[in-house]
């Protein structure tokens, strides 16, 4: 599609995407080829699912190659660098790009006035996302006393309460009630979320 004649736009804004559960790189893939399919480069810019990837403790008396666990920082949202017409609105052929895209759902904002991220909250987000990968240093997201809900593993459902981070291992230890006792559970951080 071209662009009609005498349109102006503002300049490319970051903006959030609410998708599907579970589907924020498929939507992202999809948004990428169909951009490029229809032209539509001067209005959408990058697409992005910002991932954190860490580096997973070895198994006790196991030795091998460094294994990394990646989760993604916003579930159910992707960002999309695009620049909107002077009125605030998407042009038609972009909105219907975006809306037709399988999984995906509103953005943030109303109707057909998406809002734009402040430039503090696209600076963290980008920061997050180019930051480099090896080496970096895990973000402690849990503290001492904080209640969490474990997600994945033996205990599965359960709740306890934070007793010790030990970010330089990339765990935490989380007293759980079982059979009416407290116990440690020394677990990962991926495997828990906060109540």
């Known amino acids: ?4 004649a005498g349109a102006t736009f503002m300049e490319k804004q970051w903006y959030v995407l609410r998708v599907a559960s579970n589907k924020e790189e498929q939507v992202r893939q999809a948004l990428e080829r169909k951009v490029k399919v229809e032209g539509l480069e001067d209005k959408i810019g990058r697409v992005l699912v910002p991932m954190d990837r860490r580096l997973r403790p070895p198994v006790k008396g196991k030795k091998g190659e460094k294994k990394y666990v990646e989760r993604k920082l916003y579930p159910g949202y992707v960002f999309i660098e695009m620049a909107l017409e002077e009125n605030g609105t998407m042009g038609e052929d972009a909105w219907f790009l975006i809306k037709d895209t399988m999984g995906v759902g509103d953005f943030i904002g109303s109707a057909n006035k998406p809002a734009a991220m402040s430039d503090a909250d696209a600076d963290k ?10 080496g970096s240093t895990m973000a402690v997201e849990f503290a001492k006393g904080e209640t969490v809900k474990i997600k994945e ?4 459902n359960f709740e306890g309460i934070v007793e010790e ?3 330089d291992k ?3 230890r989380v007293i759980v009630t079982i059979f009416g006792r407290a116990t440690p559970v020394e ?3 991926w ?3 906060k109540e």
């Open 1 to 4: 599609m071209s662009i009609p």
């Open 170 to 172: 990339g765990l935490i």
């Open 191 to 193: 495997q828990v979320e």
């Open 165 to 167: 981070v030990l970010a």
């Open 153 to 156: 593993g033996a205990f599965e």
């Open 125 to 134: 987000m980008l920061m997050q996302v180019e930051r480099p990968e090896e």
């Open 187 to 189: 677990l990962e951080y």
